[in-house]
């Protein structure tokens, strides 16, 4: 009696086990994208103090112009994660007057708090370009349903410094639908 009792907890589990499985494998995003923001330019304009010092680029999220032709209406991205950012320093030529940088997504949304998406501390002062390291918490996801956002790249300043900084920065996202 134990036995066909055990059995029967144990078929229901697996039926359980594989009906979550199956659901799960369902609803899992379909597609993958590779979504560049390419070369925004993000302008400092002097006199900058010391520490922190941020500067913001509007970017229009289309995703009609992302998915170009697997866009349906109504499509949305299931999963959206930053798998690569690098930044360079236009004007001076190097990151000597900066020690760190931190890249963010803010909206107007107000269910949206600002998402701190990748960093990097220290900077070689002597670098042109740096690579980012993206955060693992980052929750980007939902930006993408916005219609526009406010990339924000956020420079520690070593020291004060009396002149305009041009930093431009490439951000790859890998999205899911």
């Known amino acids: 009696m134990k036995k066909k009792i055990l059995l029967i907890i144990t078929s229901v589990v697996v039926v359980i086990a594989l009906g979550a499985w199956l659901m799960k494998l369902l609803n899992a995003p379909k597609n993958t994208k590779s979504y560049t923001l390419n070369e925004i330019q ?64 803010a909206s107007d949304n107000p269910d949206l708090s600002m998402q701190e998406l990748a960093v990097i501390n220290p900077i070689k002062g002597n670098s042109k370009s740096v690579q980012l390291k993206p955060s693992k918490e980052a929750k980007v996801t939902d930006y993408f349903a916005e219609k526009q956002i406010y990339v924000i790249l956020d420079a520690s300043f070593v020291n004060d410094v009396n002149a305009n900084v041009t930093l431009k920065g490439s951000f790859e996202f890998e999205l899911k639908y």
């Open 42 to 105: 993000f302008d400092y304009a002097g006199p900058l103090f010391q520490g922190s010092n941020p500067a913001q680029y509007v970017a229009k999220i289309d995703l009609k112009e992302i998915l170009g032709d697997d866009y349906k209406e109504g499509i949305k991205i299931k999963n959206a994660v930053l798998k690569n950012a690098t930044v360079q320093s236009v004007e001076p030529a190097s990151f000597q007057d900066i020690n760190a940088l931190v890249f963010s997504f």
